[in-house]
């Protein structure tokens, strides 16, 4: 019952309230030491109070509780050293990591938790000393296995065709070799080494990512951009083209350059993933998924719409017509495709003016050039030009929350020989068996002192506006104008005296 209490005041949003009350169940704990203390039982969701707290974002509570673990130890003068308790805080050897709990919610007041001592300074630590180094080796790793991949694609094995061609329109001369063929000569050798080193990177990558899906949940670990959910459904649906390419390629089956040309594409574009290690280029992978996934999904559908009813007419209209002469709408599929072309104002209006165009085309492709080019692009320009807005606002604090997730990824996926953990142990200081932070804090003086000068001369201020207030509320009709002009003498002694003082203390700034 106690930690069910103790779990409801943290979610309560009278938070001094919430401070006391919480103090006051935990003073009659018989077990505020041991294991059975109201402070570590979980509820239904594995998560302690003072995990709780930092998944609802309660920064009050947040802190109260850390004010109760530190320890001071020692001080001299202003400079003063605490050690912080982090032992629910690291991700190191955590089932539920506490940083991973908070990246992953969806409340932005969670995220300012990453700014608080002592989590700032522990995700610091971290990163500087093992996240960084390790992200950028993995990154020029990547970058290799995919130049390897590329020149793999680059070099298969293709054959001159020997058969002759069915259509006019048919441009092929050279086909895919078999099995027996592909592995002959000397560079043929080199291509195999290359393409194993592919094949057994997209298993590595299967590996590593399957088990992360199956501890976290399909919808929150490809659905969270800060943990780079849609790098996951790239990297994934890329390790799965490599596998299908290597089965078409042992059964000798013809059409590899369907699932090779998917691979190359998801696989340079998961590079951008990399980008989350830089204060500068970070913030802008987040920006690039929420356009994608939030303003390019809906617009898709306005668009496919647009282009399917313009694609219909621009066909019906060229049925009758020599395809010879204007080629662009000969079938179906290429006036699919034209028209797209048409949408994004990468060709101009197909027209042969050698011929005469049915009239029909000329008002149908004014309609077209309407509502495509002047509508519906300018449309979707206004819908990125708010999300960037929106998470250029947010980017120092998305960029923190890119390098809490990745630090925690790289000490889940590293061995523990190569990633230490960080921290003291308390038998050093005679704590027990817990981890703590040490931390030098340096207690400026004049810094306090502005900060009374300041609540001094808003006291002032309030002091002369409630005054003048009750002045003109007792004062009669006749003494209305003589009151008003006392009230505004003594408001402006107020602003010039609050004017002096906030003079002293820019000085002193």
């Known amino acids: 019952i106690g930690n069910t209490v103790l779990h409801i005041l943290v979610l309560q949003p009278n938070k001094t309230f919430a401070c006391h009350m919480y103090s006051l169940i935990l003073s009659y704990d018989k077990n505020k030491e041991g294991p059975g203390s109201l402070e570590l039982i979980p509820n239904n969701e594995g998560l302690s109070p003072f995990k709780l707290a930092g998944v609802e974002g309660n920064t009050v509570m947040f802190q109260y509780l850390m004010q109760k673990r530190k320890q001071n130890l020692w001080s001299f003068g202003p400079l003063s050293t605490v050690l912080y308790d982090i032992t629910e805080i690291d991700s190191w050897a955590e089932d539920q990591s506490f940083l991973e709990l908070i990246v992953s919610t969806k409340k932005r007041e969670a995220r300012q938790i990453l700014d608080l001592t002592p989590v700032k300074e522990l995700v610091s630590l971290k990163w500087n000393m093992y996240g960084r180094p390790y992200f950028c080796f993995l990154a020029l790793f990547y970058i290799l296995y995919m130049v390897c991949f590329t020149m793999c694609c680059v070099y ?19 086909v895919q070799k078999m099995l027996q063929e592909s592995y002959v000569a000397y560079e043929d050798e080199l291509r195999l080494v290359g393409e194993l080193i592919t094949v057994i990177g997209a298993v590595v990558i299967l590996v590593l990512e399957i088990p992360d899906i199956l501890r976290v949940g399909a919808a929150k670990y490809f659905g969270q951009t800060i943990l780079g959910g849609p790098f996951h459904i790239i990297v994934i649906t890329y390790a799965c083209m490599i596998l299908v390419t290597m089965v078409m390629r042992l059964t000798s089956t013809t059409g590899e350059v369907v699932p090779m040309s998917f691979a190359l594409v998801l696989g340079w574009c998961n590079v951008m993933y ?9 913030p802008f992978t987040i920006m690039i998924q929420k356009m994608i996934f939030g303003d390019l999904m809906r617009f898709c559908w306005l668009m496919a719409v647009v282009i399917l009813g313009f694609a219909s007419a621009f066909y019906i209209i060229f049925q009758t017509e020599n395809p010879e002469n204007l080629g662009q709408f000969y079938n179906y599929p290429m006036s699919l495709f034209t028209t797209f072309e048409l949408f994004l104002t990468i060709i101009d209006g197909p027209a042969n003016y050698d011929v005469d165009l049915p009239f029909m085309y000329s008002v149908v492709y004014f309609a077209f050039a309407i509502i495509a ?15 960037h807005w929106r998470v250029a606002h947010e980017q120092d604090e998305l960029w923190r929350a ?45 810094k306090h002192k502005m900060m009374r000068y300041t609540e001094a001369f808003k006291a002032q201020d309030r002091d002369n506006c409630d005054k003048g207030s009750e002045k003109l509320e007792t004062n009669g009709d006749t003494l209305f104008k003589k009151e008003l002009s006392a009230l505004s003498l003594s408001r402006s002694t107020s602003r010039t005296s609050s004017h002096r003082g906030w003079e002293i203390l820019r000085r002193n700034t």
């Open 156 to 174: 298969r094995p293709l054959k001159p065709r020997t058969g002759n061609r069915t259509s006019s329109r048919d441009n092929t001369v050279y």
């Open 274 to 282: 990399f980008a989350r290690g830089f204060q500068m280029l970070g």
């Open 373 to 387: 080019t002047l509508l519906m692009l300018n449309l979707l320009i206004a819908m990125m030009g708010d999300t």
């Open 402 to 446: 890119q390098v809490v997730a990745t630090t925690v990824m790289l000490e889940r996926k590293l061995p523990r020989c190569l990633w230490p953990r960080s921290g003291i142990c308390g038998r050093e200081f005679g704590l027990g068996d817990r981890w703590y932070l040490r931390i030098e804090d340096r207690v400026d003086p004049n």
